[in-house]
């Protein structure tokens, strides 16, 4: 097992395989990042499925089914987008793992309630049908750094938040 210095990347990439699990990501304001990062590591071919980028509003509808009204109620940056992205990823696919980053990179787009550097990261896990323990976490974080930096921590928290998760599992 390897230890907290290597690459979150390479630990999750690790982490999958050792369990036989796959991923695949949906991704906004990542724009691809995390997708690129698991495929960094060599192999990840055994594990990653395929990373969506649903960027609009249209996009995440067309692609990931997200409710029009989840969309109106809460907005894109939000947690019931996020958990939806994951779920919707996970399913189409046909993995073990759904993740998912919605947010605001930046320099403009933030208000009050969303500022410059939020986000929402949803991480969904299938289990064996009729066990009814398939379920999604989501969690918001909020960022500091130009948008490079901030899409950068999103993409490795997203990566974490998934190695996290599979240790729960």
Do not use: N
């Not at 390479?10 to 695949?24: H, N, S």
């Not at 019931?80 to 399913?91: L, N, Q, S």
């Not at 046909?94 to 990261?121: F, L, S, Y």
Request: charged share 25%; net charge negative.
């Amino acid at each position: 097992m390897s230890d907290s210095s290597t690459a979150v990347e390479q630990r999750v990439g690790d982490r999958l395989r050792e369990r036989e699990e796959t991923v695949a990501v949906a991704e906004s304001c990542t724009g691809g990042l995390v997708g690129s990062l698991v495929t960094d590591v060599p192999g990840s071919s055994d594990y990653f499925d395929r990373s969506v980028v649903t960027y609009s509003y249209g996009a995440k509808q067309e692609l990931l089914a997200v409710a029009r009204e989840t969309l109106d109620e809460h907005g894109a940056v939000s947690e019931p987008v996020a958990a939806e992205m994951a779920r919707a990823v996970r399913d189409t696919a046909g993995t073990d793992w759904g993740v998912a980053t919605t947010g605001v990179a930046g320099p403009g787009g933030g208000t009050p309630e969303t500022p410059v550097g939020t986000v929402h990261i949803a991480v969904a896990h299938a289990a064996p049908w009729e066990t009814g323990e398939s379920g999604v976490r989501v969690a918001r974080y909020e960022f500091d750094g130009d948008r490079t930096t901030v899409k950068e921590r999103i993409a490795r928290q997203a990566l974490s938040d998934l190695l996290a998760a599979t240790d729960e599992q």
